[in-house]
C-alpha cells in the first residue's frame, strides 16, 4: 500500500512539473506571438500608408521588446533585438512627425 501512495505522490509531482514548465513556455512563446502580430500590423500600415497604425505599432513592438528581450532571446537566440529595436525606432522618427518615444 505504501508503494501504491508512493507512485501517487511521485506522479503528481511529475504532473506539477510538466504543467509549471508548459506555463513558462506558453509565456514565452506568447512574447513572440505578440511581435509577430504587431510586426504584421506594421507591414499592414505601410501597404495601406496609415502612418498611425505603424506609428503606434512600432512603439506597442519596442515596449514588447524592452518588456520580454529575456524571453524573445530564448525563442529568437540568434536575433539581435537592439538592432530590431533601432529599426524600429526608425519608423517612429518617421511615422510618428518626428517624435522619438521608445519609452
Known sequence: MKIFYLIIIFNFFLYT??????????????SKINFD????????GIINQDKKMVC????????LINKNQIQLKRVEPYYDWNEIKKVLLLNVN????GKAQSD
Open 94 to 97: 518617421k511615422y510618428c512627425q
Open 56 to 63: 503606434i505599432e512600432s512603439k506597442d513592438s519596442i515596449k
Open 37 to 44: 502580430r504587431s510586426l504584421e500590423k506594421i507591414e499592414q
Open 17 to 30: 512539473l510538466a504543467e509549471n514548465n508548459y506555463s513558462k513556455a506558453s509565456i514565452i512563446n506568447q
